[in-house]
Protein backbone atom coordinates (compact mmCIF):
# COMPACT_ATOMS: atom_id res chain seq x y z
CA UNK A 1 0.00 0.00 0.00
CA UNK A 2 0.85 3.49 -0.32
CA UNK A 3 0.99 4.62 2.83
CA UNK A 4 2.77 7.77 2.50
CA UNK A 5 -0.13 8.86 0.41
CA UNK A 6 -3.16 7.43 2.23
CA UNK A 7 -1.92 9.27 5.17
CA UNK A 8 -1.28 12.77 3.48
CA UNK A 9 -4.71 12.44 2.22
CA UNK A 10 -6.19 11.40 5.24
CA UNK A 11 -4.00 13.80 7.64
CA UNK A 12 -5.34 17.07 5.51
CA UNK A 13 -9.40 16.50 7.07
CA UNK A 14 -11.94 14.19 5.84
CA UNK A 15 -13.19 17.32 3.90
CA UNK A 16 -10.68 17.06 1.54
CA UNK A 17 -12.30 13.87 0.36
CA UNK A 18 -15.82 14.08 1.10
CA UNK A 19 -16.49 17.62 1.64
CA UNK A 20 -18.02 19.62 4.47
CA UNK A 21 -19.41 16.96 7.09
CA UNK A 22 -21.89 17.07 9.44
CA UNK A 23 -20.80 18.46 12.93
CA UNK A 24 -23.84 19.63 14.59
CA UNK A 25 -25.98 18.08 17.07
CA UNK A 26 -28.94 16.38 15.21
CA UNK A 27 -31.46 18.78 16.82
CA UNK A 28 -30.26 21.49 14.96
CA UNK A 29 -30.32 19.91 11.32
CA UNK A 30 -32.87 22.67 9.98
CA UNK A 31 -30.14 25.25 10.72
CA UNK A 32 -27.30 23.73 9.17
CA UNK A 33 -25.58 25.11 6.13
CA UNK A 34 -26.57 22.79 2.98
CA UNK A 35 -24.25 21.14 1.23
CA UNK A 36 -25.11 20.16 -2.51
CA UNK A 37 -25.65 16.20 -3.44
CA UNK A 38 -24.10 14.75 -6.67
CA UNK A 39 -27.78 13.25 -7.32
CA UNK A 40 -30.87 11.70 -5.41
CA UNK A 41 -30.85 7.73 -5.03
CA UNK A 42 -33.52 5.27 -4.32
CA UNK A 43 -33.19 4.63 -0.50
CA UNK A 44 -33.26 1.21 -1.39
CA UNK A 45 -30.37 1.43 -3.64
CA UNK A 46 -28.34 2.50 -0.66
CA UNK A 47 -26.26 -0.08 2.05
CA UNK A 48 -23.91 -0.06 4.57
CA UNK A 49 -20.17 -0.83 4.63
CA UNK A 50 -20.05 -4.07 6.34
CA UNK A 51 -16.71 -2.91 7.70
CA UNK A 52 -17.66 0.11 9.23
CA UNK A 53 -16.76 -0.25 12.97
CA UNK A 54 -19.93 1.35 14.33
CA UNK A 55 -22.50 -1.14 15.49
CA UNK A 56 -24.78 0.33 17.67
CA UNK A 57 -27.62 3.10 16.95
CA UNK A 58 -29.22 4.71 19.88
CA UNK A 59 -32.71 3.67 18.89
CA UNK A 60 -34.15 6.81 20.50
CA UNK A 61 -31.70 9.48 19.00
CA UNK A 62 -32.17 7.80 15.53
CA UNK A 63 -35.87 8.59 15.84
CA UNK A 64 -35.37 11.87 17.22
CA UNK A 65 -33.57 12.42 13.69
CA UNK A 66 -36.14 10.80 11.78
CA UNK A 67 -38.75 13.41 12.73
CA UNK A 68 -36.23 16.06 12.03
CA UNK A 69 -35.44 14.70 8.53
CA UNK A 70 -39.55 13.95 7.87
CA UNK A 71 -39.36 18.27 8.87
CA UNK A 72 -36.79 19.29 6.81
CA UNK A 73 -35.23 16.83 5.14
CA UNK A 74 -32.08 15.31 4.98
CA UNK A 75 -29.28 18.81 4.87
CA UNK A 76 -26.40 16.97 4.94
CA UNK A 77 -25.65 14.11 2.28
CA UNK A 78 -24.97 10.76 2.83
CA UNK A 79 -21.60 9.76 1.00
CA UNK A 80 -21.31 6.81 -0.88
CA UNK A 81 -19.23 4.73 -3.54
CA UNK A 82 -20.60 2.28 -5.91
CA UNK A 83 -20.40 -1.06 -6.47
CA UNK A 84 -19.87 -3.75 -8.84
CA UNK A 85 -24.07 -4.08 -9.41
CA UNK A 86 -24.53 -0.38 -9.83
CA UNK A 87 -25.94 0.62 -5.77
CA UNK A 88 -24.11 2.29 -3.53
CA UNK A 89 -22.01 1.93 -0.04
CA UNK A 90 -22.01 4.18 2.67
CA UNK A 91 -18.82 6.23 3.25
CA UNK A 92 -19.97 8.34 5.65
CA UNK A 93 -23.59 9.57 7.08
CA UNK A 94 -24.94 5.35 8.45
CA UNK A 95 -26.89 7.22 10.61
CA UNK A 96 -28.87 9.47 8.33
CA UNK A 97 -29.67 6.62 5.82
CA UNK A 98 -30.94 4.93 8.83
CA UNK A 99 -32.68 7.74 10.31
CA UNK A 100 -34.29 8.28 6.12
CA UNK A 101 -35.36 4.56 6.40
CA UNK A 102 -37.53 5.44 9.80
CA UNK A 103 -38.80 9.11 8.26
CA UNK A 104 -40.08 6.31 4.98
CA UNK A 105 -37.82 8.59 2.55
CA UNK A 106 -38.09 7.15 -0.75
CA UNK A 107 -35.27 8.71 -1.81
CA UNK A 108 -32.10 10.54 -0.49
CA UNK A 109 -29.40 12.77 -1.37
CA UNK A 110 -26.06 11.64 -1.92
CA UNK A 111 -22.38 12.55 -2.73
CA UNK A 112 -20.28 9.88 -4.73
CA UNK A 113 -16.61 9.53 -3.94
CA UNK A 114 -15.44 6.06 -5.55
CA UNK A 115 -12.50 5.01 -3.55
CA UNK A 116 -11.05 1.06 -2.74
CA UNK A 117 -11.99 -0.42 0.26
CA UNK A 118 -8.90 0.38 2.05
CA UNK A 119 -9.98 4.43 2.04
CA UNK A 120 -13.81 3.35 2.25
CA UNK A 121 -12.76 1.93 5.29
CA UNK A 122 -10.20 4.75 6.48
CA UNK A 123 -12.65 7.22 6.02
CA UNK A 124 -15.56 5.10 8.03
CA UNK A 125 -13.30 5.16 10.87
CA UNK A 126 -11.86 8.46 10.98
CA UNK A 127 -14.99 9.58 10.61
CA UNK A 128 -16.73 7.82 13.37
CA UNK A 129 -13.67 8.97 15.77
CA UNK A 130 -13.58 12.47 15.00
CA UNK A 131 -17.85 12.39 15.72
CA UNK A 132 -16.97 10.32 18.68
CA UNK A 133 -19.61 8.35 17.75
CA UNK A 134 -17.86 5.04 18.70
CA UNK A 135 -18.34 3.17 21.87
CA UNK A 136 -14.65 2.23 23.52
CA UNK A 137 -15.03 -1.06 22.24
CA UNK A 138 -15.57 -0.09 18.24
CA UNK A 139 -13.01 2.22 18.49
CA UNK A 140 -10.79 0.19 19.25
CA UNK A 141 -11.34 -2.23 16.80
CA UNK A 142 -11.43 0.25 14.51
CA UNK A 143 -8.06 0.93 15.21
CA UNK A 144 -6.71 -2.55 14.94
CA UNK A 145 -8.79 -2.85 11.67
CA UNK A 146 -6.38 0.09 10.23
CA UNK A 147 -3.06 -1.48 12.29
CA UNK A 148 -3.93 -5.35 11.09
CA UNK A 149 -4.75 -4.54 7.41
CA UNK A 150 -3.42 -1.50 6.39
CA UNK A 151 -0.17 -1.41 8.03
CA UNK A 152 -0.64 1.94 10.04
CA UNK A 153 1.29 1.99 13.56
CA UNK A 154 -0.15 3.75 16.35
CA UNK A 155 1.82 6.59 15.87
CA UNK A 156 0.13 6.92 12.35
CA UNK A 157 -3.52 6.88 13.54
CA UNK A 158 -2.94 9.22 16.65
CA UNK A 159 -1.83 11.62 13.87
CA UNK A 160 -4.00 10.89 11.72
CA UNK A 161 -7.31 11.27 13.85
CA UNK A 162 -6.19 14.20 16.21
CA UNK A 163 -5.58 11.94 19.58
CA UNK A 164 -1.99 10.77 21.20
CA UNK A 165 -0.34 7.67 20.54
CA UNK A 166 -1.03 6.75 24.14
CA UNK A 167 -4.88 7.09 24.00
CA UNK A 168 -4.82 4.72 20.49
CA UNK A 169 -2.59 1.84 22.43
CA UNK A 170 -4.49 2.42 25.40
CA UNK A 171 -7.45 1.81 23.14
CA UNK A 172 -5.97 -1.27 22.03
CA UNK A 173 -5.62 -2.97 25.19
CA UNK A 174 -8.95 -3.36 25.76
CA UNK A 175 -9.33 -5.72 23.36
CA UNK A 176 -7.34 -8.33 26.00
CA UNK A 177 -10.75 -8.42 28.04
CA UNK A 178 -13.08 -11.38 27.99
CA UNK A 179 -16.13 -11.08 25.87
CA UNK A 180 -18.51 -10.65 28.30
CA UNK A 181 -16.69 -7.18 29.88
CA UNK A 182 -16.51 -6.20 26.00
CA UNK A 183 -20.17 -6.25 25.86
CA UNK A 184 -20.71 -4.11 28.96
CA UNK A 185 -17.99 -2.10 27.45
CA UNK A 186 -19.98 -1.97 24.11
CA UNK A 187 -22.83 -1.40 25.59
CA UNK A 188 -22.06 1.44 27.93
CA UNK A 189 -22.64 -0.41 31.67
CA UNK A 190 -18.35 -0.32 31.76
CA UNK A 191 -16.93 3.04 31.02
CA UNK A 192 -13.39 2.69 29.45
CA UNK A 193 -12.02 3.61 32.30
CA UNK A 194 -13.25 1.03 34.40
CA UNK A 195 -12.45 -1.42 31.84
CA UNK A 196 -8.89 -0.81 32.08
CA UNK A 197 -8.13 -0.69 35.81
CA UNK A 198 -9.54 -4.48 35.12
CA UNK A 199 -7.40 -5.81 32.31
CA UNK A 200 -4.46 -6.95 34.80
CA UNK A 201 -6.79 -8.87 37.14
CA UNK A 202 -7.45 -12.53 37.85
CA UNK A 203 -11.33 -12.56 36.98
CA UNK A 204 -12.10 -9.52 34.98
CA UNK A 205 -15.50 -10.59 34.81
CA UNK A 206 -16.71 -11.16 38.44
CA UNK A 207 -14.77 -7.85 39.03
CA UNK A 208 -16.69 -5.81 36.08
CA UNK A 209 -20.35 -7.28 37.53
CA UNK A 210 -19.06 -6.02 40.88
CA UNK A 211 -18.39 -2.62 39.75
CA UNK A 212 -21.45 -2.12 37.73
CA UNK A 213 -23.83 -4.02 40.56
CA UNK A 214 -22.29 -1.21 43.33
CA UNK A 215 -22.22 1.32 40.77
CA UNK A 216 -18.49 1.99 41.91
CA UNK A 217 -16.51 5.20 40.44
CA UNK A 218 -13.10 4.36 38.48
CA UNK A 219 -11.05 5.22 41.23
CA UNK A 220 -13.35 2.33 43.21
CA UNK A 221 -12.96 0.21 40.12
CA UNK A 222 -8.76 0.52 40.51
CA UNK A 223 -8.93 -0.30 44.29
CA UNK A 224 -10.80 -3.41 43.68
CA UNK A 225 -8.42 -4.53 40.63
CA UNK A 226 -5.60 -3.20 43.32
CA UNK A 227 -6.76 -5.53 45.59
CA UNK A 228 -7.20 -8.56 43.44
CA UNK A 229 -3.84 -8.21 41.95
CA UNK A 230 -2.29 -8.13 45.82
CA UNK A 231 -4.64 -11.46 46.66
CA UNK A 232 -2.88 -13.07 43.75
CA UNK A 233 0.23 -12.91 45.84
CA UNK A 234 -0.90 -14.08 49.03
CA UNK A 235 0.54 -17.34 49.94
CA UNK A 236 -3.05 -18.37 50.93
CA UNK A 237 -4.17 -18.38 46.91
CA UNK A 238 -1.74 -21.45 47.00
CA UNK A 239 1.10 -18.98 45.23
CA UNK A 240 4.68 -17.99 46.55
CA UNK A 241 4.89 -14.98 48.41
CA UNK A 242 7.22 -12.59 46.98
CA UNK A 243 9.95 -10.94 48.89
CA UNK A 244 8.03 -7.58 49.10
CA UNK A 245 4.71 -7.58 48.18
CA UNK A 246 3.95 -4.26 46.63
CA UNK A 247 1.61 -1.69 48.48
CA UNK A 248 -1.03 0.49 47.35
CA UNK A 249 0.63 3.24 45.81
CA UNK A 250 3.13 1.57 43.90
CA UNK A 251 0.52 -0.25 42.30
CA UNK A 252 -1.14 2.57 41.25
CA UNK A 253 1.94 4.40 39.93
CA UNK A 254 2.31 1.33 37.57
CA UNK A 255 -1.58 1.86 36.21
CA UNK A 256 -0.77 5.05 36.15
CA UNK A 257 2.60 4.69 34.14
CA UNK A 258 0.83 2.16 31.86
CA UNK A 259 -2.19 4.51 31.11
CA UNK A 260 0.21 7.14 30.14
CA UNK A 261 2.53 5.07 27.79
CA UNK A 262 -0.07 2.25 26.86
CA UNK A 263 1.87 -0.41 27.62
CA UNK A 264 2.78 -3.07 30.55
CA UNK A 265 4.79 -0.80 33.35
CA UNK A 266 6.59 -2.70 36.71
CA UNK A 267 7.52 -0.67 39.25
CA UNK A 268 9.66 -2.50 41.76
CA UNK A 269 10.63 -0.37 44.85
CA UNK A 270 13.47 -1.14 47.31
CA UNK A 271 14.53 1.26 49.56
CA UNK A 272 15.71 4.77 47.94
CA UNK A 273 16.05 2.98 44.36
CA UNK A 274 14.55 0.15 42.56
CA UNK A 275 13.71 -1.09 38.89
CA UNK A 276 11.22 0.60 35.95
CA UNK A 277 10.74 -1.94 33.72
CA UNK A 278 8.60 -1.08 30.23
CA UNK A 279 6.99 -4.35 28.35
CA UNK A 280 6.73 -3.89 24.70
CA UNK A 281 5.88 -6.70 22.14
CA UNK A 282 6.93 -4.51 18.74
CA UNK A 283 9.95 -2.59 17.78
CA UNK A 284 7.44 0.06 16.92
CA UNK A 285 6.71 0.56 20.25
CA UNK A 286 10.30 0.14 21.02
CA UNK A 287 11.10 3.37 19.36
CA UNK A 288 8.16 5.41 20.41
CA UNK A 289 9.49 4.91 23.98
CA UNK A 290 13.19 5.67 22.71
CA UNK A 291 11.68 8.85 21.28
CA UNK A 292 9.77 9.71 24.41
CA UNK A 293 12.73 9.23 26.31
CA UNK A 294 15.18 11.52 24.14
CA UNK A 295 12.49 14.34 24.46
CA UNK A 296 12.73 14.37 28.00
Request: proline letters at 5%.
Amino acid sequence: MNDDNSKRRLGRGLAALIGEMDQLPAADIGERPAVNPDRLVPIEFVGRNPRNPRRYFDESELQDLASSIRQHGIVQPVVVRTTADNRFEIIAGERRWRAAQLAGLIEIPVIIRDVDDRTALEIAIVENVQRSDLNPLEEAMGYELLIADHGYTQNDLGEIIGKSRSHVANSLRLLKLPEPVRDMLASGTLSAGHARALIPTSDPIALAKAVVAKGMSVRDAERLAQNDIKAQSDPSHGQAAPKDVKDADTLALERTLSDVLGLDVTVNHKGNGGQLKIAYKTLEQLEEICRLLERR
